[in-house]
Nanobody, 121 residues
Framework: QVQLVESGGGLVQPGGSLRLSCAAS????????MSWYRQAPGKQRGLVAT???????YYADSMKGRFTISRDNAKNTVYLQMNSLKPEDTAVYYC???????????????WGQGTQVTVSS
């Protein structure tokens, strides 16, 4: 069983910063891509950023220059540093990981439960 647990969400003023963390735990052989998605009320869930096992990154256009994704492979953890936050960044943020569990020669996509980020004055 593999679990992803996010932390670090909360209420922040416009222009402020937050750092989200997502730790994967359980019977993990390896983790390939790790990503952050977000879903605002009434909108579809969309990709924020993704990072490969070797550190290659990709960002959605609206996040470039403000958000930074990183990972610590030793801790099976992915981070999202969010700077210059705007009210339109308000959403539930979900982490996602492509994980190969122990003893299984196949990878699966797992999701965290989500963490709320609210940007408001």
């Amino acid at each position: 069983q593999v679990q992803l647990v996010e932390s670090g969400g909360g209420l922040v003023q416009p222009g402020g910063s937050l750092r989200l963390s997502c730790a994967a735990s359980g019977s993990i052989f390896s983790i390939d891509g790790m990503s952050w998605y977000r879903q605002a009320p009434g909108k579809q869930r969309g990709l924020v950023a993704t990072i490969g096992s070797a550190g290659t990154t990709y960002y959605a256009d609206s996040m470039k220059g403000r958000f930074t994704i990183s990972r610590d492979n030793a801790k099976n953890t992915v981070y999202l540093q969010m700077n210059s936050l705007k009210p339109e960044d308000t959403a539930v943020y979900y982490c996602n990981a492509v994980v190969r569990p122990d003893f299984i020669e196949k990878s699966y996509t797992y999701w965290g439960q989500g963490t709320q980020v609210t940007v408001s004055s």
